[in-house]
């Protein structure tokens, strides 16, 4: 089933499965399995260069929040939803995702995303920040695992992949208060740059094995790059 937009939201079905996402401010992923949220993860950008008045968490107490950053585009292009984030101040950078809802099993969904960043200022430090779960000290906050690029659930039934090639470019820090472990790019750029990133979320209706992990990001990375990332 393709993508159907509906009041700023993206929403795609398959089976017993609904991935949602929300376009009115910075994206929020949510996974449903029949009908019941299972967990979500949202996108925060931010560099940490500029004003401390920045959002530099999906829920943070400055003045601003990530409602004030809403897609200033979205569509549906062939099976992706494409999101499109224009560059607003106080941020020196635009980004832009697309959502690609892969084919799964019924005991599974996995939802791919490609990353981009871009500025127009000589010097920018664009940072993309991901909440994932429900916060430290619940089973649905983030723990490592033993497969590189793997950020999972504490109770093992979704997490996020980083494409092996792109592991160099995120940095990940799930020391408690953290609420946004997961810094997608970060580094310098400048002007008429532009950086990508492939990520995979999974989520399943049961505990996901160590092995399963493994499969799974050896599948990714054999993976070719979509033509409209």
Same mark, same amino acid.
């Given at each position: 089933?393709?993508?159907?937009?509906?009041?700023?939201?993206?929403?795609?079905?398959?089976?017993?499965?609904?991935?949602?996402?929300?376009?009115?401010?910075?994206?929020?992923?949510?996974?449903?399995?029949?009908?019941?949220?299972?967990?979500?993860?949202?996108?925060?950008?931010?560099?940490?260069?500029?004003?401390?008045?920045?959002?530099?968490?999906?829920?943070?107490?400055?003045?601003?929040?990530?409602?004030?950053?809403?897609?200033?585009?979205?569509?549906?292009?062939?099976?992706?939803?494409?999101?499109?984030?224009?560059?607003?101040?106080?941020?020196?950078?635009?980004?832009?995702?697309?959502?690609?809802?892969?084919?799964?099993?019924? @005991?599974? #969904?996995?939802?791919? =995303?490609? $990353?981009?960043?871009? +500025? *127009?200022?000589?010097?920018?430090? &664009?940072?993309?920040?991901?909440?994932?779960?429900?916060?430290?000290?619940?089973?649905?906050?983030?723990?490592?695992?033993?497969?590189?690029?793997?950020?999972?659930?504490?109770?093992?039934?979704?997490?996020?992949?980083?494409?092996?090639?792109?592991?160099?470019?995120?940095?990940?820090?799930?020391?408690?208060?953290?609420?946004?472990?997961?810094?997608?790019?970060?580094?310098?750029?400048? @002007?008429? #740059?532009?950086?990508? =990133?492939? $990520?995979?979320?999974? +989520? *399943?209706?049961?505990?996901?094995? &160590?092995?399963?992990?493994?499969?799974?990001?050896?599948?990714?990375?054999?993976?070719?790059?979509?033509?409209?990332?």
């Amino acid at each position: 089933m393709s993508w159907i937009l509906h009041d700023q939201e993206g929403q795609w079905e398959t089976g017993d499965w609904t991935v949602r996402v929300a376009l009115q401010s910075s994206p929020e992923i949510r996974f449903f399995h029949h009908g019941a949220y299972l967990w979500g993860v949202s996108i925060c950008p931010t560099d940490p260069s500029i004003s401390s008045n920045v959002p530099t968490a999906p829920s943070t107490g400055s003045d601003l929040r990530p409602s004030d950053f809403p897609a200033s585009d979205f569509y549906v292009r062939g099976e992706d939803l494409v999101a499109a984030y224009a560059e607003r101040a106080p941020l020196p950078f635009a980004y832009q995702v697309y959502f690609c809802a892969l084919p799964s099993d019924p @005991k599974r #969904v996995c939802l791919e =995303m490609w $990353l981009s960043v871009q +500025t *127009s200022t000589l010097e920018a430090h &664009p940072t993309l920040l991901l909440n994932l779960g429900n916060g430290a000290g619940t089973d649905l906050s983030p723990g490592f695992t033993e497969t590189p690029g793997v950020v999972a659930l504490r109770n093992g039934t979704a997490g996020l992949i980083v494409h092996p090639l792109d592991q160099k470019d995120v940095t990940i820090d799930l020391a408690p208060p953290a609420i946004a472990p997961f810094k997608a790019f970060g580094g310098f750029m400048e @002007k008429g #740059v532009i950086r990508r =990133m492939r $990520l995979q979320l999974v +989520t *399943s209706n049961e505990v996901i094995a &160590p092995g399963d992990w493994d499969r799974i990001v050896s599948e990714f990375a054999a993976s070719p790059l979509p033509l409209t990332a």
